[in-house]
């Protein structure tokens, strides 16, 4: 039943007039927008608190150690010890690895 309903559902004619009927969609609701607005210097500039964004956009940028602070910060109890687990020797990832494969295939195995 449901091979005969889907059986004509990739023909390029309907692919095409879906594609038609969406952008007869998209472009009424284009057409229902604010007709008054008028594109200035400044807008859509990003609000910065009523600021003028500087010219110079290196001064916009946030470092990666001040964007996750607080998160660190939070988690640090939780994230000292995986710290220290990574020793960034290959053969101890490796030895996890076939360790954690283990376990799960004996607990497959179990059930």
Avoid: C
């Avoid at 859509?44 to 608190?49: M, Y």
Wanted: no cysteine.
């Amino acid at each position: 039943m449901i091979d005969i309903v889907l059986q004509d559902i990739w023909s390029p004619i309907i692919f095409i007039l879906v594609g038609i009927l969406v952008s007869l969609i998209a472009y009424m609701f284009y057409l229902m927008g604010n007709p008054d607005y008028k594109r200035t210097k400044y807008k859509g500039d990003p609000f910065i608190s009523g600021n003028r964004p500087p010219t110079d956009l290196k001064e916009l940028h946030v470092g990666g150690d001040n964007v996750y602070w607080g998160f660190t910060k939070a988690l640090r109890k939780y994230l000292d010890p995986l710290v220290e687990g990574h020793t960034g020797i290959v053969n101890d990832y490796v030895y996890w690895f076939v360790v954690t494969l283990a376990v799960v295939l004996v607990f497959l195995y179990i059930m």
